[in-house]
């Protein structure tokens, strides 16, 4: 009886530190990329910031479950790497030994992506949980594409352009035609001189200088 | 032939040189010389371009000149006047220029597409539209990449095949009756119109590439490309197809045989030196295929070395992810030797890894040409410029005005023998060249339906190609042989006062015909040993092109084109034969009823 005691006392430590490995089924990979985002001013990734990613995802939880109190201490990390890469579980806050299922822990991270990823400075693409696909962004889509306000411009710049130069070629060519009839009109003209007609003058018209070739030159 | 007469010419010589240069400085200046040259040994290329350019482009640049500005006439009436049986030689080009103005204003309404498209805050080819879950890139855009998918699918929005038809895109339909409207703006009134406008659409052009050039060579990695593609290679001299493609591109980028040039030189005063112009464009059309090409090595450079740099970026990150190294542990300049490292360290799980193969030479070897390289791979290395709604804007208004410029000689001489005809003649200028371009711009919607690409490519590869080949060829052996050299010498020396030399002569009576005739024979002879025709089909499920062959229908239509072009100069010549011994017979008959009165 005593073994038996003393092995379930063991064995409760050793399951409670066995949860977290990676490939479990209630654990997520979690991959940071600080200098990917800031370069110059990235910060060196210490225990205090692991402190502060379980502190905020223990923040997501509360918020997606409203009314159940998660701590720091339900959010257990593992397998640390120099890559900044790690695998997490979190436990219920009710009953430590009780791992939440992946859907849940999903949802949570996905309600509060950008609060998380603002603690950090860091972004969707160098915050990156692993298999939790980022909702991007929806595109902003205007009312009217902005191209056919372009095109818009042009077609009724060019269509007033077309307009114009029909519209004064029409305006030339009448020009013209009133410039014939009145060329036309002079010609007729050309014996009224000051609105009088020779005819009127009353004069006498002298054939000695007509050109009538009517005589038969010398 | 009246020197004096009502017809309209240019206001000075200038307008006239402009308006070949426009004509002649076209899209095949950026986007199928630069491919040749780094088909054919890069620098090397240049031997064969230069030799015929002297050999072929100036002098029957130069005879196409002289006749249109001693017949005054379009196409169709010069060639009467030369021979009668040989007005099918104007008519065949009346038909290649035809089919050229259906398809080529579609090129121009991509352009006004991607330049609309440049005024937003996010060029929309920059990246892929996300998929309706909206948890990542939509998968054909994934497949492919995010100007392709732009081109292919937002522009055309293409079909799998030739066979397949949709509705017609309203974008696109959109943009074609805008670039015809902006057609009939520039010729509305015919000569004046144009005269005035090639001031610009031949100048501006150069703007542009001057600034894209200066851009282009700052740019990084723009050397890489300059270097690659200058370094000659000799060898490709002893390749046949090099001096073929080398005559034919000085063929087609001179615009020979369409009859645009004769219609120009129509409209030129009578005493006009045509032959010192003719020098001087075939020369600026060949200087800026140079300088255009020069361009495009740098923005190749930049482009390759861009997705060079990505394809590292993306190992490094595998290699990181993948052994949980430390951010910085894996840079630029180490990242071969961490690949040696890890290779020998952990084989197994190296090999894994999906890696792929960076490598700088393979993305430059990737050569393009055709509406791919203006449209796909510009815009590609745009998007990577800062600033590059700018950039876009310039290319793509750039692009526009070298279209533009070229369609505006296709419909002169479309319009110009039109105009001989007694028919039309009493027709207004303006009404005339707005019924051509309605009903140009009425078949050429048939273009912006789903499967109007594959007619397209069918149409730029064949409808005016061969004939063009062939028109030129009767073009030069006539005037050698039939009308005879010595009487051309004299219209030319009436017009410019001095006889041709020798050089002219050489190459009007010897060299160029048979040059001509060796091409003529290559190209049936490609045609012939090439099979079934094929063309690059769009594959959305794969997200590239794949080659399929014509099915039946379109291999009739292709013959059709060929046909329909060649066939108009013996038909032509048929029919005035035919008149011939009509009229000859009429003629007898009146001599018996005089003789009895």
């Known amino acids: 009886m005593l073994e038996k005691v003393l092995f379930l006392l063991c064995l409760t430590p050793a399951l409670a530190q066995e949860p977290c490995f990676p490939g479990s089924s209630h654990a997520y990979k979690v991959r940071i990329s600080i200098k990917t985002a800031l370069g110059n001013q990235a910060y060196v990734w210490n225990d205090n910031e692991m402190y502060l990613f379980r502190a905020a995802m223990a923040f997501a939880l509360r918020s997606y479950h409203n009314g159940q109190e998660f701590n720091v201490s339900n959010i257990m990390v593992c397998n640390e790497t120099p890559r900044v890469s790690f695998w997490f579980v979190v436990s219920s806050p009710e009953n430590s030994s009780v791992l939440l299922k992946k859907g849940d822990v999903e949802n949570a991270i996905r309600k509060s992506r950008n609060r998380i990823n603002g603690a950090f400075l860091l972004t969707d693409q160098t915050l990156e949980f692993i298999d939790i696909p980022p909702t991007l962004a929806a595109p902003v889509m205007p009312v009217t594409p902005p191209w056919l306000i372009v095109f818009g411009v042009v077609m009724g710049a060019v269509g007033a352009g077309i307009i114009f130069l029909l519209v004064s070629s029409l305006v030339q060519s009448k020009r013209k035609k009133n410039k014939k009839t009145l060329d036309e009109d002079r010609e007729d003209m050309r014996g009224i001189e000051n609105g009088l007609g020779c005819d009127n003058l009353g004069g006498v018209y002298n054939t000695t200088f007509s050109d009538g070739d009517k005589f038969t030159p010398m | ?597």
Request: with cysteine.
């Open chain 2, 1 to 597: 032939m009246d020197k004096g007469g009502s017809r309209p010419n240019w206001d000075s010589p200038m307008q006239f040189v402009l308006a070949c240069v426009s004509y002649a400085v076209g899209l095949g200046n950026v986007w199928r010389f630069p491919y040749l040259c780094q088909m054919h040994g890069g620098g090397g290329f240049m031997i064969p371009y230069l030799f015929m350019l002297l050999v072929e482009g100036v002098p029957l640049f130069c005879l196409e000149l002289a006749i249109g500005q001693k017949m005054r006439l379009g196409s169709i009436g010069a060639w009467t006047a030369i021979s009668p049986y040989l007005g099918g030689v104007g008519l065949a080009s009346v038909m290649a220029s035809l089919y050229l103005c259906l398809y080529y204003n579609i090129i121009n309404g991509w352009s006004f597409w991607y330049l609309f498209h440049s005024f937003q805050s996010e060029l929309p080819w920059a990246e892929c539209p996300l998929n309706a879950n909206l948890t990542g890139p939509l998968e054909e855009c994934e497949k492919a990449t995010a100007t392709q998918y732009f081109f292919y699918r937002e522009t055309l929005n293409i079909s799998s095949s030739i066979e397949e038809n949709g509705g017609v895109h309203t974008g696109q339909a959109l943009c074609l009756l805008l670039a015809w409207i902006v057609t009939y703006l520039f010729i509305v009134r015919g000569v004046k119109s144009t005269g005035k406008v090639v001031y610009f659409t031949a100048t501006f052009p150069y703007v542009v590439l001057i600034i894209y050039l200066i851009r282009g060579v700052t740019l990084h990695g723009a050397i890489n490309g300059v270097k690659y593609m200058f370094t000659p290679k000799m060898e490709q001299l002893a390749n046949p197809t090099t001096w073929i493609n080398a005559a034919t591109q000085i063929f087609f980028s001179l615009g020979l045989g369409f009859g645009s040039l004769i219609a120009f030189a129509s409209y030129n005063e009578y005493n006009n030196n045509f032959e010192r112009q003719a020098v001087i464009v075939s020369f600026i059309n060949s200087g800026t295929s140079i300088f255009a090409s020069i361009v495009t090595f740098a923005i190749y450079g930049f482009k390759a070395t861009v997705n060079y740099e990505n394809c590292l970026e993306r190992v490094r990150l595998l290699l990181l992810n993948a052994f949980n190294l430390a951010e910085d542990t894996i840079n630029m300049d180490n990242i071969f030797e961490w690949m040696e490292r890890l290779n020998q360290t952990h084989p197994q799980q190296f090999a894994e890894l999906d890696l792929g193969n960076c490598d700088l030479t393979q993305e430059l070897d990737k050569a393009v040409e055709g509406p791919g390289l203006a449209f796909i791979v510009y815009s590609e290395a745009i998007k990577n410029m800062p600033l590059s709604q700018l950039w876009s804007v310039l290319y793509f208004f750039m692009l526009l005005l070298l279209g533009m410029g070229s369609m505006l000689g296709n419909i002169t001489a479309i319009t110009t023998p039109l105009r001989d005809f007694k028919i039309f003649s009493s027709v207004s200028v303006e009404v005339l060249n707005g019924l051509v371009c309605l009903f140009c711009m009425l078949l050429g919607l048939g273009f912006t339906t789903t499967s109007g690409n594959y007619w397209f490519t069918m149409f730029n590869d064949y409808g005016a190609t061969f004939s063009l080949l062939f028109v030129v060829l009767i073009e030069v052996i006539t005037v050698s042989y039939i009308y005879g050299i010595k009487r051309f010498e004299k219209d030319i020396e009436d017009m410019i006062g001095h006889r041709p030399n020798w050089y002219w002569k050489i190459m009007w009576a010897g060299i160029s015909p048979i040059l001509l005739i060796a091409l003529f024979i290559f190209y049936i002879a490609n045609y012939i040993m090439g099979g079934t025709p094929t063309y690059m089909a769009w594959n959305k499920d794969l997200g590239t092109s794949e080659v399929t062959p014509y099915p039946v229908f379109g291999q009739v239509f292709i013959v059709l084109l060929l046909a329909s072009s060649v066939s108009c100069v013996p038909l032509t010549a048929l029919y005035a034969y035919c008149r011939k011994r009509k009229r000859s017979h009429h003629k007898r008959q009146p001599t018996v009823s005089t003789l009895s009165a």
